[in-house]
Structure formats: structure tokens, C-alpha cells
């Protein structure tokens, strides 16, 4: 019901920036909250930031400080600066989804994740 499309990954030395974006499309009534997280090899997927419905941020400490996340409202897009990226910065980026959809006439809740978009960073 919920599409994501991410974009921006690639390859970055280290210090340098990349800025990712997700735009959701589908059926969407409203959105709850927009989040990025990563998957580096042989690792857990962690949790990077969030951002709800009202504009709060929350991030994860490995990346306060150099990682932004914001959103587009009009267009279902979230996006995630990333600053002074490090070699362990490494890893395959995902955003999630947290959304109420319509389907013929009913409502409910929706939790989507991207396809993911490679990040590296080396130099």
C-alpha cells in the first residue's frame, strides 16, 4: 500500500557528505513518523533517527551532531543529511515508514521499509 523510494547513496570520502532521500507514495492518509536506519555487514540494523508528525527528532548517539533528518511534508519525503561521514558510517541505508492508509473505504496502520541505498565511505 505504502512505496518507498530512496536515493543519494554512494561512494564519499571520509569527512565528506551525502544526503539521502525517501519519498513514500501509495495510499497515504497521513504519516506518523519517517526514520532511517542502516545495516553494515554481519551487523544488527540500527537505528539512526526519526522524526514524528509534530517535527521532534530523536538520534541515535553514533550520529547526533552529524546526521540531520527532516521531511517534506508536501511530498511525503524524508530526507537524511549526513556529515562528516566515517569509514564505519559504512552500510546499506533504510528508511521506514510509519503510516495510516485508506484501502476502499478503511483505515489503518502501515509500517513500510525502503529497498535500501548503499552508502560507502573510503578513501
Known amino acids: 500500500q505504502v512505496q518507498l523510494v530512496e536515493s543519494g547513496g554512494g561512494l564519499v570520502q571520509p569527512g565528506g557528505s551525502l544526503r539521502l532521500s525517501c519519498a513514500a507514495s501509495?495510499?497515504?492518509?497521513?504519516?506518523?513518523?519517517m526514520a532511517w536506519y542502516r545495516q553494515a555487514p554481519g551487523k544488527e540494523r540500527e537505528f539512526l533517527a526519526i522524526?514524528?508528525?509534530?517535527?521532534?527528532?530523536t538520534y541515535a548517539g553514533s550520529v547526533k551532531g552529524r546526521f540531520t533528518i527532516s521531511r517534506d511534508n508536501a511530498k511525503n519525503t524524508v530526507y537524511l543529511q549526513m556529515n562528516s561521514l566515517k569509514p564505519e558510517d559504512t552500510a546499506v541505508y533504510l528508511c521506514?515508514?510509519?503510516?495510516?492508509?485508506?484501502?476502499?473505504?478503511?483505515?489503518?496502520?502501515?509500517?513500510?521499509w525502503g529497498q535500501g541505498t548503499q552508502v560507502t565511505v573510503s578513501s
Open positions: 501509495g495510499s497515504i492518509s497521513s504519516i506518523d513518523a
Open positions: 521506514n515508514v510509519r503510516s495510516v492508509v485508506q484501502i476502499r473505504g478503511s483505515f489503518k496502520r502501515d509500517d513500510s
Open positions: 522524526i514524528i508528525s509534530g517535527g521532534t527528532t
